[in-house]
């Protein structure tokens, strides 16, 4: 067998139905869409309509609540800040403050504040400005000998 010879078998493709291209195709004029009406036109797609039945969306039951009050902090790990330090990233001798953290890239944006959370190891010995922290990253940074203070946010809100 050569590569001209190389065929798709019988019934393998199909050709594309070319609709509304006159009445000798059987879907010339209105194209199988029926006459007139929403159906009818372009740009119509009447999705999650289920012919009356009652939808997908309204059978299933409704849960839980978003708070539109609720603060949306920027979380930082110990682990990660560690590593930052150890990557010079963020300069240890210097207090730790939110825009460090953004400027260092440890942080996208800072949201309502950012947060301290004690996952991870720390050992460097540093001082921290942040909004919040968890009890144990505040006592994981003290007991390697350094300082976290949670001063309050510059937000009018609180």
Do not use: C, W
């Amino acid at each position: 067998m050569k590569l001209n010879e190389l065929r798709d078998n019988p019934g393998a493709t199909k050709k594309r139905k070319r609709v509304g291209r006159g009445p000798g195709s059987g879907t010339g004029k209105m194209g199988g869409r029926g006459i007139k009406g929403q159906k009818s036109r372009s740009g119509v797609a009447i999705n999650g309509y289920e012919g009356g039945q009652m939808p997908l969306y309204m059978r299933l039951p409704k849960r839980g609540f978003n708070n539109i009050n609720a603060k949306r902090h920027a979380v930082v790990n110990l682990g990660l800040l560690q590593k930052f330090i150890d990557a010079k990233k963020i300069d240890a001798k210097k207090p730790i403050t939110e825009a460090v953290l953004v400027e260092s890239g440890l942080v996208r944006r800072v949201r309502d504040g950012v947060r301290v959370l004690a996952k991870g190891d720390f050992n460097a010995k540093v001082t921290i400005e942040v909004t919040g922290a968890s009890k144990s990253a505040i006592a994981a940074v003290e007991a390697a000998g350094g300082s976290l203070t949670v001063a309050s946010s510059g937000t009018a809100a609180e």
